[in-house]
């Protein structure tokens, strides 16, 4: 499995992991962006690292804390050392989990960390597109996440994850063997956001 952006929203992750019942030889991996911005980030820190079934890629809200641009009030002994410690991608079979997504011109080495962790529109202009996903053909299958969709985006190529869960909408996962999404309703709104900063993946 492979779920989107969390957000110290961990209540909704409980309900999601509760939907998705995995087994002793399952792996659930995350696109990043565990924490901040959500009512509980020690929470899903806590599930996460404590569970060998449970990966996370860094996302740019880790890299923040990691760079020390961000101090969050919640933030323990331990939790920088541990976001230091995520990979910046996954990989098995034909897909590539990173956070933000890959530039579709380069070759995969030519890219930086922080690319990794905050591609959007790199030809473009962020929310207003041209999006990275729009023309990128492969060869990997990238899961991503930080493009916030108010529904997941199934392409040939790219799959998006991100689909609000801090801000109101659901918190979804895809389930690589059955091809299919698998989502959680909110019971809260923790952050507002601008209409103008949710992508319609039509």
Request: hydrophobic content about 35%.
């Amino acid at each position: 499995y492979i779920v989107g952006d969390v957000h110290g929203s961990r209540s909704a992750l409980e309900r999601l992991l509760a939907r998705l019942a995995p087994t002793a030889d399952d792996l659930v991996v995350f696109v990043g962006d565990l924490v901040r911005k959500g009512p509980d980030s020690p929470g899903v820190v806590d599930l996460v690292r404590e569970d060998p079934r449970l990966v996370s890629v860094r996302g740019n809200n880790e890299q923040k804390i990691v760079r020390g641009d961000k101090r969050p009030a919640w933030l323990r002994d331990g939790d920088r050392a541990y976001f230091e410690s995520l990979p910046v991608a996954i990989s098995f079979a034909d897909a590539l989990v990173v956070h933000g997504g890959v530039d579709p011109t380069r070759p995969l080495a030519d890219h930086t960390v922080d690319e990794l962790l905050t591609m959007r529109a790199p030809h473009g202009d962020g929310y207003d597109g041209p999006f990275w996903y729009d023309s990128y053909d492969g060869p990997y299958r990238v899961f991503f996440g930080h493009t916030v969709h108010d529904a997941p985006l199934k392409r040939d190529h790219a799959v998006g994850l991100d689909t609000g869960c801090v801000y109101g909408g659901t918190l979804t996962a895809y389930d690589y063997r059955a091809d299919e999404f698998v989502t959680v309703s909110p019971t809260a709104t923790h952050q507002e956001r601008a209409r103008s900063k949710i992508v319609d993946p039509a």
